[in-house]
């Protein structure tokens, strides 16, 4: 069906073509002939009035019969369309061609007339002031033959460019329906169901390259979408099985009969604790899922992120403290600011440095920094803790994974999830890098 289809819309064109080269052929021979009657009338007119004046001033200097022996000279080796005679006032021929007699003239000025050879000129008649009358003859035949020899010169040359257009539109079209053809071959396989399909892409850069790239990159945006979907199902169903069980557990020990007050107390708290868990990782999947969607860039605005690094560090002081660790706050003078989600920022550093004081062990040295540069600016959370092994650092920003020495501590798996879902809103990446020792998280955002 396809293929009938892109038939059929080439015919069409073919037939479009044709009609638009026909109108143009038919405009265009117009034009030239009307156009090359005025230039060629015009050119006339002014051969015409250019002899008369000569003549008429030839009369006056030499007199009628040394101008009737010029004419009959000109009579007997004529050349071009011009042909000229001088009437005596009595209507005798002096000289000159013998095309019409003096009953025969028109009236003095221009008139078209036929001559006794059986063609039709246009005829200027012009009384002379010292007697006489001068007569100028054009033969129209040939203006007329050249005029037709320019027409079809014209339509020759018309013919041969619209041929030209028309092979080079319809091979085009050819061109235009092949590469549409691949961009809609792959949405139809994408609408079946096979998001694996890309469109082709050539190594011309023109609009369907460029058209192809960015269905591509659409589509693998989609799948990227499609498979965290399928990655925050198939992990909710896993990792929260365990604490809705032993919430369930709790709730069920609170509500036995006669289960001691104490007992049941500590079952409804337990089963609090779990509650606030759950919740927390449905809010943490709900913030990645809104800024990978890019809904929360709605929310972006200039923030001054020195001042954030400031007020960030002054409140996870105590708590380093608390761990026996060390903060040190390393930012350029001055204020940098850039346009950001705040609140998505600050729980992207707070997830950082959680990682940091709950890793990093006691007696760590963390640092929080800002580097900038023009294009950019790196928010900076470093410490000298055992760091992460360089083969795991891009596996542990995905959803839920949480190496083996941290499944001992409090968490979710979510943290650094969030941080590179909060890079991505921005334009820009979470780097996981070697501090040697330790971890050196690199939060970079565009400017």
């Known amino acids: 069906m396809t293929e009938v289809g892109f038939g059929l819309r080439g015919r069409t064109l073919a037939a479009m073509l044709a009609v638009v080269a026909l109108l143009a052929l038919g405009v265009g021979l117009i034009a030239v002939d009307r156009i090359g009657e005025q230039v060629m009338d015009a050119r006339q007119r002014l051969v015409e009035e250019t002899a008369r004046d000569y003549f008429v001033a030839f009369a006056h200097e030499e007199g009628l019969v040394p101008l009737a022996r010029a004419l009959d000279r000109h009579e007997r080796h004529p050349y071009g369309a011009f042909h000229y005679a001088l009437f005596a006032s009595d209507g005798r021929l002096l000289g000159g061609a013998r095309l019409l007699a003096a009953e025969q003239l028109p009236a003095p000025g221009l008139a078209v007339v036929r001559a006794s050879d059986g063609r039709t000129y246009e005829v200027l008649v012009q009384p002379l002031s010292i007697g006489g009358i001068l007569v100028i003859y054009q033969d129209l035949a040939e203006q007329d033959a050249f005029r037709q020899a320019i027409v079809l010169s014209s339509g020759v040359a018309l013919l041969a460019a619209l041929a030209a257009v028309s092979a080079a539109s319809l091979w085009l079209n050819g061109l235009m329906l092949r590469r549409a053809k691949g961009i809609a071959d792959a949405a139809d396989q994408i609408a079946a169901g096979d998001l694996s399909a890309r469109a082709p892409v050539g ?139 705040e609140l998505l920022l600050r729980q992207a550093l707070g997830n950082l440095l959680h990682n940091a004081v709950r890793h990093a062990g006691r007696g760590a040295k963390v640092e929080l920094g800002l580097q900038v540069e023009p294009a950019l600016v790196r928010l900076i959370v470093a410490d000298d803790g055992p760091g992460v092994p360089e083969d795991q650092r891009g596996r542990v920003q995905q959803r839920f994974v949480r190496l083996d020495a941290a499944r001992s501590t409090p968490g979710s798996g979510l943290g650094l999830a969030i941080a590179a879902a909060c890079a991505k809103l921005h334009n820009g990446r979470l780097l996981l890098e070697d501090n040697d020792p330790g971890l050196r998280a690199v939060l970079e955002l565009a400017r």
């Open 203 to 341: 190594d011309t850069g023109d609009v369907f390259d460029r058209l192809a790239v960015s269905l591509n990159a659409m589509l693998t945006r989609i799948d990227e979408l499609m498979t965290g979907l399928r990655t925050v199902t198939d992990s909710v169903a896993h990792d929260l099985r365990s604490p809705l069980t032993r919430l369930r557990g709790a709730l069920s020990r609170a509500m036995e009969p006669g289960a001691p007050e104490e007992a049941r107390l500590d079952a409804l708290e337990h089963a609090h604790r779990e509650t606030d868990a759950a919740l927390a990782t449905f809010t943490a999947l709900l913030d990645i899922a809104r800024a990978e969607s890019g809904v929360s860039r709605e929310a972006m605005a200039p923030v001054e992120v020195t001042a954030l690094l400031a007020d960030i560090g002054e409140l996870f002081g105590p708590m380093l403290e608390d761990e026996g660790q060390s903060l040190r706050l390393v930012v350029p003078p001055g204020p940098v600011v850039v346009n950001a989600h």
